[in-house]
């Protein structure tokens, strides 16, 4: 109990010094805790919604499948279940539905949100939840939908409905914040069959009872089909499923990743800490001894300072972190994930954080004790004679002092014989600008993806779907209109000799309206033979400009084709073919988008062609930047962060200062120098230490954002980094002004030194 009254004293006379410790334990959990809830939060509120709905793990495109066909697959060995269905595009004015016609709910259930449930049999139809929100349509409201023909045909909405495919699609076509524009629906067969004309079913959803060798399971299941199979998509290559999978990782990534630098010096400075509260108990220590303590019960004694400083900053980091960033991404994460119940647990694994920053704390005292505590109690109430100050390398080298001024001197001393201290601030300060330049960093190269991919690549100013053509319409027509440039979008299987992998691919028409090559204001044509691929889908492939590809269409026999060329391209996973490479292999050209140039393209598109959508490209650019407001949030979470972090550690660093100099500062006083100089020596060094700092954190800022770029796992997405001049002089200039706030808070203690008190030591 007499050690414990002890800790809490020493704690409350060295507030500032302990609280900056907790402060930067806290940070370190806060950023786990808070990470890893937000990630566990959306991985256990997608898995939930993937079980409730009992999602399907193969989705198998084909033409005109059968009952039959259904029920041979599921006759097939490792197929737990299966369902057929019919997907199509239905308009409505200018807004687009992705129609599933269902004969049987048995896979990726649709959820219900409000209305009557889902029966095949039933007429009308049931409508996305957010399409409905956006657009004003209530249950029992007739909504006015047609296949491309003009003629709209009203029909009643049942009910309002959320589905497990559609959690996320950020493609350019459907883009989730705007739900006003594109959505789905779900109708029965019988009502589908009054309404439209359609044959057979187009897609297959199949549940298997292992996820292991699917694609030997999906051999079985084009071997039934036989000539009906086109192509199939796994979780991986789905976007809305790989998309979630994908930002899951990256929050837990970041969770483990980012609190090692807050642990890291959290070590460094308990050790400068207790090294100094330690010395500074000599007499209490060896006092404690001759009185018969155990050697071993006064180290515990100092152990349980790290325990109490790692539990407290551990408890106050995991509340924060529960409560605080949850609250800034969650509201992102509603606009990006539509889910009909999100969950609020609290991850079991993140007390972890607790145990791991207790771990470091103890630790560093350990290191802080060293030897000081096994030597002789007469030893110990001695002291030590403070060292004589040695000659700093740079003396060394230049063999004279007049070279330096007494200011220099006294800098390269000072450092010498205080490494640990000198390390802590040049860390702290580190820490602090790269964290704040990591942050803008991010915000700068998500907008500069997005200025890549809209006003590099894509060049045109609308984007009109069309009505979907046969061969023949698409040959009788004319597409050589000014300012309008057709491409085809569809998707393929692109097979090498390591990998296969199903793709959207865009083959190109006569038009200067998509640059392959964003590095150049010249727009690059696309070449007429074989295909381009980015250079992130060619390293997963592992193929290169010259290698052969092999390509699947509508499950066809495959036709190998040469890679012309590799590219930069903010969308990873399209591959660009020409309209005459298209050809050479066999296949038509049948467009189903037009790019237009400007308003005359527009109306010239509206008067000669079939259009059922037009979309601006400022839409779409806006809508991107909307889903990428997380990182904007991140940015601001990062610079607080940081900013807390300089300040806890220079704060922490001027008071350590102030303590071990406080013989030296007092003896200054005796010999003349008054107040101002002094605080210059502190002044000189802190921006000594914060300047190099700096200099470590811009390129190692610089490295992060490169590093985060290779490291990006999702094939879909290639970075562009890229850190502003005004991200680096905002780093440079908050960490030099939380320095220059603690200095000026610090220098007022100078005065407080008391010389007779300071001057007695250990001679």
Known sequence: MILFKKMLRDIKHAKAQFLTIIIIAACGVFTFVGSITVGSRLEESVHQFYKSADINDVWVNVEGATPKDVDAIRKLPGIEAAQGRTVMKVFSDNRVLDLFVLNENVLSKPYLATGEPFESEKEGLWLDQEFAKANGFRIGDTIRIHTGNGQSVPVIIQGLVLSPEKLIDVSSETLSTRHDLYGYAYMGETAAHHTFSFSGMNQLLIKMKSEKNIQTQLTSVEQVLGQKYMNSLTHEEHTSTSGAANQIGQFKTIGYVTPMLFFLL???????????????????????????????????????????????????????????????????????????????????????????????????????????????????????????????????????????????????RNLRSRKVRGAMGIFGSFGCAFLILFGFANIDTSNKSIEVEFDRQYLYQYKADLLALNAEQAQSMNWNQAGIQPIQERRVVVKSTTAQRNLPVTIIGSGDYINLDVASPDVMPVPETGVVLSQKMADVLGVKAGSTVSLRIDGGQWKEMIVAQTIQAPVADRIFVSEAAWQQHGEIFVPNVLLLGDQAALQSAKEHYPVTQIVAKADMKEANRTLNEGVFASAAGLTIAAIFLGIAVIYSLGLINLTEMSRQFATLKVLGFNHHEIRNLLFQESFFLTTIGIILALPAGWGAIHLLDQANMNEGLMLFPEIKLTSYLTAIGLTLLCSFIVNMLMSRKVKDIDMVTSLKGAD
């Open 266 to 412: 959290a070590i460094l400075v308990v050790i400068s800490t207790m090294s100094r509260l330690i010395t500074n108990q000599r007499v209490q220590i060896g006092t404690l001894m001759s009185l018969g303590i155990h050697i071993r019960k006064i180290k515990w004694h100092y152990l349980s300072y790290g325990l109490f400083l790692g539990i407290t900053g551990g408890v106050i980091g995991l509340i924060a972190g529960y409560y605080v960033i949850p609250a800034i991404f969650m509201g992102t994460l509603h606009q990006s994930f539509i889910l009909p119940k999100w969950s609020d647990s609290f991850p079991i694994e993140t007390l972890w954080s607790i145990a791991a920053v207790c771990g470091c704390c103890i630790l560093a005292v350990l290191f802080a004790c060293g030897g000081k505590l096994n030597a002789l109690p007469a030893v110990v109430l001695k002291g030590e004679a403070p060292s004589r100050p040695k000659k700093s390398l740079f003396e060394s080298i230049f063999h004279s002092k007049a070279k330096f001024s007494f200011q220099r001197l006294w800098l390269l």
